[in-house]
Protein backbone atom coordinates (compact mmCIF):
# COMPACT_ATOMS: atom_id res chain seq x y z
CA UNK A 1 0.00 0.00 0.00
CA UNK A 2 2.82 2.27 0.62
CA UNK A 3 4.34 1.77 -2.59
CA UNK A 4 1.46 2.49 -4.32
CA UNK A 5 0.15 5.73 -6.18
CA UNK A 6 -2.81 6.27 -3.88
CA UNK A 7 -2.07 4.01 -1.44
CA UNK A 8 0.81 5.77 0.02
CA UNK A 9 -1.36 9.14 0.40
CA UNK A 10 -3.55 7.19 2.40
CA UNK A 11 -1.13 5.98 4.70
CA UNK A 12 -0.11 9.36 5.16
CA UNK A 13 -3.06 10.49 5.90
CA UNK A 14 -4.04 7.81 8.64
CA UNK A 15 -0.69 8.42 10.06
CA UNK A 16 -1.78 12.15 10.56
CA UNK A 17 -4.82 11.10 12.22
CA UNK A 18 -3.64 8.33 14.18
CA UNK A 19 -3.04 9.82 18.11
CA UNK A 20 0.24 10.95 18.58
CA UNK A 21 3.01 9.13 21.11
CA UNK A 22 2.43 11.96 23.99
CA UNK A 23 -1.63 10.91 24.07
CA UNK A 24 -2.28 9.86 27.41
CA UNK A 25 -5.15 7.92 26.64
CA UNK A 26 -3.69 4.85 24.38
CA UNK A 27 -1.63 2.66 26.12
CA UNK A 28 -0.24 1.41 22.95
CA UNK A 29 1.21 3.82 20.26
CA UNK A 30 -0.78 3.29 16.83
CA UNK A 31 1.71 5.39 14.94
CA UNK A 32 4.99 2.94 16.70
CA UNK A 33 2.95 -0.31 15.26
CA UNK A 34 2.32 1.31 12.20
CA UNK A 35 6.29 1.76 11.76
CA UNK A 36 6.70 -1.13 13.52
CA UNK A 37 5.11 -2.79 10.51
CA UNK A 38 6.62 -0.56 7.72
CA UNK A 39 10.31 -1.50 9.68
CA UNK A 40 9.56 -5.47 7.93
CA UNK A 41 9.89 -3.75 4.08
CA UNK A 42 12.38 -1.42 4.44
CA UNK A 43 13.93 -2.62 1.15
CA UNK A 44 10.94 -2.93 -1.04
CA UNK A 45 9.79 1.20 0.31
CA UNK A 46 13.20 2.93 -0.26
CA UNK A 47 13.37 1.18 -3.96
CA UNK A 48 10.11 3.37 -4.86
CA UNK A 49 9.57 7.03 -5.17
CA UNK A 50 5.97 7.31 -3.00
CA UNK A 51 7.84 4.49 -0.50
CA UNK A 52 10.51 6.86 -0.10
CA UNK A 53 7.86 9.73 0.50
CA UNK A 54 6.04 7.27 3.21
CA UNK A 55 9.49 6.37 4.91
CA UNK A 56 10.43 9.86 5.22
CA UNK A 57 7.42 11.19 7.08
CA UNK A 58 7.01 8.58 9.34
CA UNK A 59 10.77 8.96 10.21
CA UNK A 60 11.49 5.04 9.15
CA UNK A 61 14.86 5.45 8.78
CA UNK A 62 15.75 6.95 12.39
CA UNK A 63 13.17 3.90 13.89
CA UNK A 64 15.16 1.77 12.22
CA UNK A 65 18.50 3.32 13.22
CA UNK A 66 18.30 4.28 16.69
CA UNK A 67 14.71 2.39 17.38
CA UNK A 68 12.31 3.07 19.70
CA UNK A 69 13.44 6.04 21.74
CA UNK A 70 15.48 7.77 18.50
CA UNK A 71 12.15 7.55 16.89
CA UNK A 72 10.46 9.36 19.19
CA UNK A 73 12.81 12.31 19.39
CA UNK A 74 12.38 12.34 15.56
CA UNK A 75 8.74 12.36 15.93
CA UNK A 76 8.67 15.56 18.49
CA UNK A 77 11.16 17.25 16.42
CA UNK A 78 8.40 17.02 14.24
CA UNK A 79 5.87 17.80 15.75
CA UNK A 80 7.59 20.91 17.14
CA UNK A 81 8.53 22.02 13.87
CA UNK A 82 4.77 21.43 12.68
CA UNK A 83 3.63 23.26 15.85
CA UNK A 84 5.80 26.42 14.73
CA UNK A 85 4.71 26.32 11.15
CA UNK A 86 1.71 26.55 12.52
CA UNK A 87 1.76 29.26 15.22
CA UNK A 88 3.73 31.46 12.09
CA UNK A 89 0.84 31.22 10.07
CA UNK A 90 -1.60 32.00 12.79
CA UNK A 91 0.39 34.70 13.67
CA UNK A 92 0.85 35.98 9.87
CA UNK A 93 -3.03 36.06 9.49
CA UNK A 94 -3.59 37.23 12.73
CA UNK A 95 -0.78 40.40 11.23
CA UNK A 96 -2.75 40.55 7.70
CA UNK A 97 -6.34 41.05 9.78
CA UNK A 98 -5.04 44.01 11.18
CA UNK A 99 -3.11 45.21 8.47
CA UNK A 100 -6.26 44.72 6.56
CA UNK A 101 -8.84 45.93 9.07
CA UNK A 102 -5.66 49.52 9.47
CA UNK A 103 -6.05 49.54 5.19
CA UNK A 104 -9.98 49.99 5.32
CA UNK A 105 -9.09 52.67 7.62
CA UNK A 106 -6.41 54.58 5.58
CA UNK A 107 -9.34 53.80 2.50
CA UNK A 108 -11.94 55.38 4.61
CA UNK A 109 -10.03 58.66 5.22
CA UNK A 110 -8.80 58.90 1.51
CA UNK A 111 -12.14 58.25 0.40
CA UNK A 112 -13.35 61.05 2.73
CA UNK A 113 -10.43 63.42 1.45
CA UNK A 114 -11.57 62.77 -2.23
CA UNK A 115 -15.06 63.51 -1.27
CA UNK A 116 -14.26 66.68 0.51
CA UNK A 117 -12.23 67.59 -2.43
CA UNK A 118 -14.78 66.63 -4.92
CA UNK A 119 -17.68 68.74 -3.10
CA UNK A 120 -15.14 71.42 -2.75
CA UNK A 121 -14.57 71.46 -6.88
CA UNK A 122 -17.81 71.47 -7.16
CA UNK A 123 -19.19 74.58 -5.02
CA UNK A 124 -16.10 76.42 -7.03
CA UNK A 125 -17.29 75.40 -10.01
CA UNK A 126 -20.97 76.49 -9.47
CA UNK A 127 -19.54 79.96 -7.55
CA UNK A 128 -17.78 80.29 -10.98
CA UNK A 129 -20.63 79.72 -13.05
CA UNK A 130 -22.40 82.35 -11.60
CA UNK A 131 -19.58 84.65 -11.73
CA UNK A 132 -19.76 84.43 -14.88
CA UNK A 133 -23.68 84.52 -16.13
CA UNK A 134 -23.30 87.88 -13.61
CA UNK A 135 -20.42 89.17 -15.91
CA UNK A 136 -22.80 88.05 -19.02
CA UNK A 137 -25.79 89.78 -17.58
CA UNK A 138 -23.96 92.90 -17.05
CA UNK A 139 -22.38 93.01 -20.53
CA UNK A 140 -26.17 92.51 -21.86
CA UNK A 141 -27.90 95.07 -20.00
CA UNK A 142 -24.93 97.19 -21.02
CA UNK A 143 -25.42 96.25 -24.49
CA UNK A 144 -28.99 96.85 -24.65
CA UNK A 145 -28.44 100.21 -22.96
CA UNK A 146 -26.52 101.36 -25.82
Known sequence: LATDRIGHHVLLKLYDALPDESAPSTNTNHRLRMVE???HSTSKLTGNAMGRKVSE????????????????????????????????????ESCHTKE??????????????????????????????????????????KVLDT
Open 37 to 39: QLS
Open 100 to 141: EDSDTDINATKKDKKEKKKRKRKHKRKSDADANDNDKSTKKK
Open 57 to 92: TVNLGEFTLNGESGWQEAQKKRNDNLNFLEDMINTK
